[in-house]
């Protein structure tokens, strides 16, 4: 199999259920903008057919969700292309609309760069240390469509979030990746 056919499979891997539902209890995500029917997280969610990059999510989150609380919308972007979801993250932050995004942890690209202009928090996905010694691995495994989780993933991830009052805070954090899966 081609890397390129890998990365396109990848696309379609959901989040891992326990690292989205500790994040959902901070945010409360109103939306899922970048799943499938089979692998969205929450209720309002869309898909690539629905091309969420083709419409302004401010306006579309505030006409479907009431109240006047900052929102908040869930983001695990195809990672074979994650600019056009990152300049995204920044328009919807400029309008007021928070986005907590998940990608590969790798400041050598440009769309982490893209990102830092606007970036609040960067929060990187690190190891536990293992109570006989050393550590264990601080990468996530993505769940595929047979709903089976995807161990050996190459790559550790970050999870960047654009707070629509915090332009370009850029706090980072290291969290060790049981912090995710044992509050959850």
């Known amino acids: 199999m081609t890397d390129k056919k890998k990365e396109k499979i990848g696309d379609n891997w959901r989040s891992p259920k326990p690292l ?3 994040l959902d209890r901070e945010f409360n995500f109103v939306a899922d903008m970048a799943s499938s029917h089979e692998n969205a997280l929450c209720d309002t969610h869309f898909t690539e057919e629905d091309d969420s990059l083709s419409f302004d999510w401010a306006q579309m989150i505030n006409a479907l969700v009431l109240g006047n609380q900052t929102k908040y919308v869930w983001l695990n972007p195809p990672y074979s292309n994650p600019m056009p979801w990152i300049k995204k993250a920044k328009e919807s ?3 007021g609309l928070g986005v907590v995004m998940l990608l590969n942890h790798d400041h050598s690209v440009g769309w982490f760069r893209e990102a830092l202009s606007h970036v609040s ?3 990187n996905i690190i190891a536990d240390e293992k109570e006989t010694g050393g550590y264990s691995s601080g990468r ?4 595929n469509g047979d709903n ?3 161990n ?4 550790p991830q970050t999870i960047l979030v654009f707070n629509p009052f915090k332009i370009g805070a850029q706090v ?5 990746k049981s912090q995710f899966y044992s509050a959850a």
């Open 20 to 22: 989205y539902t500790t």
């Open 121 to 123: 928090e960067i929060r």
């Open 148 to 150: 089976q989780p995807i």
């Open 140 to 143: 996530i495994a993505f769940i």
């Open 152 to 155: 050996g993933n190459s790559k």
């Open 93 to 95: 932050q400029e309008n």
């Open 172 to 176: 980072t954090s290291y969290i060790p």
